[in-house]
């Protein structure tokens, strides 16, 4: 079997590496390497462009906030002078 630190070539039997000492009788831990990240990152990214992109255009879909809507004045009479 191959040490799972240095990749030297090990007997099957063997308990530690011969060449770095490593402990052959515990299984390798799962390191993600460059191309894991990248590829999390990537789909992370495009997650949240898109989620913004559709809640943008949801945003936009809706109608203005109260408080800046034209309001016809025939609707508000009690907010006329006089
Ligand atoms: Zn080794």
């Known amino acids: 079997m191959k040490c799972p630190?240095?990749?030297?070539?090990?007997?099957?039997t063997a308990k530690g590496c011969k060449k770095c000492g490593r402990d052959l009788t515990i299984p390798p831990?799962?390191?993600?390497?460059?191309?894991?990240?990248a590829r999390t990152l990537g789909i992370l990214y495009v997650v949240i462009t898109v989620f913004y992109f559709g809640v943008s255009f949801a945003?936009?879909?809706?109608?203005?906030?109260?408080?800046f809507r034209r309001v016809p004045a025939e609707l508000t009479p009690w907010l006329k002078k006089g």
């Open 59 to 67: 945003l936009r879909k809706l109608p203005k906030p109260y408080q």
């Open 5 to 12: 630190n240095c990749t030297a070539e090990n007997k099957d």
């Open 29 to 37: 831990a799962w390191f993600p390497d460059f191309k894991w990240h």
